[in-house]
């Protein structure tokens, strides 16, 4: 018994292989920094600022935008998009703006209504009806690559009524999370419009 107690403690304890350790860790930190960076190619973060989008977002509220999106498909009716505003200044923020017509649509207001290719669209995402001031009698023919963006406060927006039709090279991404403030959390809802609408 007094031989087995004096080897135990002769044997020498194991030591932390520090190289191993060392690796581990340089190893973790890369992979984080890899998913890190991917996640920002694929994503940005847009903070609403203003009225245009109310009652669906407000101003504070904190998004994440896909960047993915449009680089496998192209942008429908009803999608929530982010970009960079026409013939704006370089320091002009994004906006975020509801995608009404797309490429070869006829986008028409009349009499304050929306109508795509001659149908009046159901809009129960607008904060009230537009004023015939805001939302004058107009007509425009969607070219290719051409998209035509609203705001859901129509009394209130700048949106292509103002500077025409935007272009993809334009769109920052289609909207998908809203994450703050928590108590807003949830994914951006996409809006399916009738098939009704050629």
Known sequence: MQDLSATLTTLPRPRLRLRGLLREILDTAILIGAIYALVNL?????????PSMQPNFYTGQVLVVSRLHYLLGSPQRGDIVVFNPPNQPADEPPYIKRVIGVPGDEVEIRDTLVYVNGVQLDEP????????????????????DEYFVMGDNRNHSSDSRRFGTITTSEIIGEALIRYWPPADWGLVNRL???EDVP
């Not at 694929?42 to 203003?50: P, Q």
């Not at 995402?125 to 290719?144: A, F, T, V």
């Open 42 to 50: 694929a994503s940005v973060r847009f903070i609403v600022e203003g």
């Open 125 to 144: 995402y607008i904060n009230e009806p537009c004023r015939s001031s805001m939302c004058p009698d107009g007509r425009w023919q969607l070219g290719e």
């Open 192 to 194: 399916a419009y009738p």
